[in-house]
């Protein structure tokens, strides 16, 4: 997990090809669940028929077959843990900055130093790409 460069991204065609194809689905059969063979990073691992249920397995048990599950396990590492009680390292004050800010996350790039990441990238991206789809579709 340490050989994955900081500065990688995961291509945000794979989510947006996912959720088109749940959104398609859910509308044309509400009453059938989506188990998407889009959505999985890795179609020979289908557990519990679910892509978050692969990718967790696959974290916890180190298994990173390929770039997306190695990327997903590095971003579940550095989730930031909520401080116990008896925390005196001033990391209450980090986590409250982000309390009254939605769709922001705490980002650990080091021990000692934390930045506010806001998730909004994703919806403009898509909303635009979905237009683009619909209207060539025309």
Do not use: W
């Amino acid at each position: 997990m340490d050989s994955i460069p900081s500065s990688s991204r995961l291509p945000p065609s794979l989510a947006i090809t996912r959720r088109q194809f749940l959104e398609s689905h859910s509308a044309a059969h509400p009453e059938v669940p989506a188990r998407s063979y889009l959505s999985s990073y890795a179609h020979y691992l289908p557990v519990l028929s679910t892509t978050h249920a692969t990718d967790l397995l696959q974290t916890f048990f180190r298994l990173a077959p390929n770039f997306c599950d190695q990327k997903h396990a590095k971003i579940l590492s550095q989730l930031p843990l909520p401080p116990g009680p008896q925390c005196r390292c001033g990391c209450r004050s980090i986590l409250a900055a982000v309390e009254g800010k939605p769709n922001t996350f705490v980002v650990r790039d080091a021990v000692s130093k934390n930045n506010h990441l806001t998730d909004d990238f994703r919806s403009e991206q898509y909303a635009a790409l979905l237009k683009l789809g619909n209207s060539a579709r025309q």
